[in-house]
């Protein structure tokens, strides 16, 4: 089961759907309906689950049907974040059948991917019940789609990392390397950053997360450490940072990565590599 989500305001979402609409429609539009359907003909349909997991992205998929035809008309119960079973009825859909079928594509395009992205979060979220850790994304997103994807995650129960490079400070490894060391990377940030602004650091060694803490840093990720490493980085943190564990975390891997103690654990592939959820558009007889 996700988690409802606050949903996301027309003017954040209306770009995307437009850009994705016009991408399909080209420079002549549908040749296909437009010379086998009859102008004027009304029909309804049904978008349905064909598969169990978790619905994200139907405010998009009603945005594509009505910047087709005003006229058509989206009706249903459902929500995003709503568990979904097989065969089950998300929303109907009711209006003049050329643009049904002109908008069906972009419809479940984004219905698929982003109920795709909440589904695998919701698995994992699930996985690691019990315990401390929230599952967060991260910034390997799909370009353009980031504010919609990351809301797929919180739809799923998950987090959002940062949404780009603007509104926190994450010092990778290459940063560490240019700037001479742990202590020299987060001085320079710390003389830089706003009061507003998180600092967070990438180590892998435990003299390097030593470090990072005597330097004041307020998160510390933790990339690529064993299960043992990240129990006694946990521990040697002590709450005086946030601890976030990352590096090819899978759903088998993730309750052991929880159990450790990690207050985050981000998973890039949530976003880049879930896979379809399949949900089709059926035409009611």
């Known amino acids: 089961m996700g988690t409802t989500p606050t949903p996301l305001r027309r003017i954040l979402i209306e770009p995307l759907v437009r850009a994705a609409l016009l991408e399909d429609l080209g420079r002549a539009g549908d040749l296909t309906t437009d010379a086998i359907v009859p102008s004027g003909l009304m029909t309804h349909a ?4 064909r598969q169990s997991g978790v619905l994200a992205g139907l405010d998009l998929a009603k945005l594509a049907f009505e910047l087709i035809d005003p006229k058509i008309v989206v009706d249903g119960e459902e929500h ?7 065969g089950q009825v998300i929303a109907k859909v009711r209006g003049p059948a050329g643009g049904i079928l002109t908008a069906e594509r972009t419809a479940l395009n984004f219905l698929g991917h982003l109920s795709g992205i909440a589904s695998v979060t ?10 401390k850790a929230q599952i967060v994304c991260t910034r390997k997103t799909t370009p353009g789609l980031r504010t919609v994807e990351k809301y797929a995650v919180r739809a799923g129960g998950g987090g959002n990392h940062r949404f780009g490079l603007d509104d926190a400070i994450l010092i990778k490894d290459n940063h560490v390397a240019i700037a001479g060391g742990i202590r020299q990377a987060l001085q320079r940030a710390r003389a830089a950053a706003g009061h507003l602004v998180k600092i967070e650091i990438e180590v892998d ?17 933790l990339d690529n450490m064993s299960l043992e490493m ?7 943190v002590a709450g005086r940072a946030i601890t976030e564990a990352s590096g090819r975390v899978t759903p088998a891997s993730a309750p052991a990565i929880a159990a450790t103690g990690v207050d985050l654990i981000s998973i890039g592939w ?10 089709g558009l059926d035409f009611e007889a």
């Open 270 to 279: 949530l976003t880049h590599s879930a896979p379809v959820l399949d949900i």
């Open 230 to 236: 990240l129990a006694e980085a946990v521990g040697i």
């Open 205 to 221: 060694r435990l003299d390097q997360l030593n470090e990072a803490l005597a330097e004041g840093a307020d998160a510390v990720l």
């Open 46 to 49: 049904a978008l349905v689950a």
């Open 122 to 131: 919701a698995s994992i979220v699930a996985a690691v019940q019990g315990t």
């Open 80 to 86: 995003d974040g709503v568990a979904l079973a097989p």
